[in-house]
């Protein structure tokens, strides 16, 4: 089985500060991980993944996450929010060995006050 | 980059009509797509996946009868709600994978509103 965890509904951050959106999973095998983003009204947008290689992924728009085998976490950051990165984010994994389904965590709001 | 296309975007519908949601792979073929229900500010709820050529496999709890989809080519998926509800209101999203470890491409998604 397969799943992923957002300990957190909302983040608020100021703008220019940094960004911590956690995430922890646990898959049976080696795990693929994404984050995608979700402005309102509107479907999912990919930023990152990690299937395998370097444990620092770079993504769109400055996003960047890490993968931690030990602790099971992929968490996004960002070093510098902006008023614009405001929105629903949503990590997710699928097992490789697995099924090829991905599964949501239940998506964490970031709110960048100016 | 890989496009996937929804329409409508919006709909409004009386109770007990039909609304079909067509989910299109503008320049790739897709051999699976997932059909997604969201509800404001929550996850998404994987409603069944589809695929091309043979039966949706639905998610335990999803009325097959109720949400009819058709995967008829490589680059088309429907989702027909039947016999609409207002609790079938709701926003519905789909997604696909360009190959079988992609990141998935979702639709725009479409708000379906039951009067």
């Known amino acids: 089985a397969q799943s992923v965890a957002q300990p957190e509904d909302q983040v608020n951050v100021a703008e220019g500060n940094p960004l911590t959106v956690k995430c922890t999973y646990s898959?049976?095998?080696?795990?693929?991980l994404f984050w995608y983003v979700q402005y309102p009204n509107r479907g999912l947008q990919f930023l990152l993944k990690y299937i395998t290689g370097d444990n620092l992924v770079k993504g769109s728009y400055g996003f960047e996450a890490e993968f931690n085998k030990s602790q099971t976490s992929f968490h996004l950051k960002k070093p510098s929010a902006l008023v614009s990165d405001s929105a629903l984010y949503f990590c997710?994994?699928?097992?490789?060995?697995?099924?090829?389904?991905?599964?949501f965590g239940r998506g964490t709001s970031l709110i960048v006050h100016p | 980059g890989a496009v996937v296309s929804q329409h409508p975007s919006r709909v409004i519908c009386k109770s007990g009509t039909s609304v079909k949601i067509e989910c299109r792979s503008l320049d790739f073929q897709a051999t699976t797509m997932f059909w997604y229900r969201q509800f404001p500010k929550q996850s998404l709820m994987l409603m069944a996946t589809?695929?091309?050529?043979?039966?949706?496999?639905?998610e335990q709890g999803v009325e097959k009868d109720k949400f009819l989809i058709n995967h008829a080519s490589l680059t088309l998926s429907t989702l027909t709600v039947t016999s609409a509800h207002p609790e079938d209101s709701s926003f519905y999203i789909c997604?696909?994978?360009?190959?079988?470890?992609?990141?998935?491409?979702f639709g725009s998604g479409t708000q379906l509103s039951v009067l």
């Open positions: 997604s696909a994978p360009r190959a079988f470890n992609e990141k998935l491409f």
């Open positions: 997710a994994v699928r097992d490789a060995g697995g099924s090829y389904i991905p599964t």
């Open positions: 589809s695929n091309e050529g043979s039966k949706a496999t639905y």
């Open positions: 898959v049976s095998g080696n795990p693929y």
